[in-house]
């Protein structure tokens, strides 16, 4: 505890990349992929009924992204949401931190010199960490201890629970029983990462795509004239799934 821990989004030895990699890499092929997908479909149906639930008033659709992203990324990693749709809040101000670190991390980058003397000072963090007067963000350690509850509920639950759970958590678990075991260490590792790498990266691609169809009067017309076609068709339900338009060759 309290040492840095290398992962496959800092390390910069190749062989060390690959080493860390190796464990989790099938787990992120298509048809692992494509298991996760009822997940999602359930995160989207909580976000359209909300945006239903507040037709006419005002919405950041930038923020409902941004959650609806958190909330999918924890339900495939763990079985569990975050609740962030749900209780239409940031949850335990990860967020905000996230933004706080990231403004941070542009800032001395650009200028590392000066990490030593702040952040990167332990004895100034530890100081500003134990006034109550000041709040440190620390993302990082929410996401973690997270990672360990959810750890912890499903060990401490029957195995006929389990059943054929597809999200990473029961899937490292599985593999560790094929004779593939895991330290505590490396598997807080590989799913805090998940929820790390894939939940801002998935809400700002999100936001991006909803921004140009929006900007762009021609492709939101042919985007709107193709799902309503769908669906006086009958082609589509009310929450199609990505495998459905696959099939039906819409994507």
Not at 103 to 127: C, D, E, M, R
Not at 157 to 171: C, I, N, S, Y
Not at 198 to 226: C, F, H, M, W
């Amino acid at each position: 505890m309290n040492k840095i821990m290398p992962s496959m989004f800092t390390v910069r030895d190749p062989i060390q990349h690959q080493a860390l990699r190796r464990p989790v890499a099938q787990k992120f092929s298509m048809s692992s992929i494509k298991a996760l997908e009822p997940f999602a479909d359930e995160c989207t149906k909580i976000l359209v009924d909300s945006l239903k639930d507040l037709e006419g008033e005002s919405v950041d659709l930038g923020v409902w992204l941004q959650w609806y992203a958190f909330d999918v990324i924890g339900a495939i990693t763990f079985q569990r949401r975050f609740g962030f749709m749900e209780t239409r809040q940031d949850f335990k101000g990860m967020i905000a931190d996230i933004e706080m670190v990231l403004q941070y991390a542009g800032t001395i980058g650009q200028v590392p010199a000066l990490h030593p003397w702040l952040v990167g000072n332990l004895w100034l963090s530890k100081f500003l960490a134990a006034q109550p007067f000041v709040k440190v963000p620390d993302p990082l350690r929410t996401i973690v201890q997270f990672t360990q509850q959810c750890i912890d509920d499903y060990d401490s639950e029957p195995v006929e629970m389990h059943g054929d759970r597809p999200d990473f958590l029961a899937w490292l678990r599985n593999e560790e029983k094929r004779g593939k075991p895991m330290l505590n260490r490396d598997m807080i590792n590989h799913l805090s990462n998940n929820l790390l790498a894939g939940s801002d990266t998935t809400a700002i691609s999100l936001r991006a795509i909803v921004y140009y169809v929006v900007q762009n009067p021609t492709v939101y017309r042919k985007l709107q004239n193709e799902i309503d076609e769908a669906d006086q068709a009958g082609k589509f339900s009310e929450y199609v799934t990505y495998a459905e338009c696959l099939e039906l060759g819409y994507l």
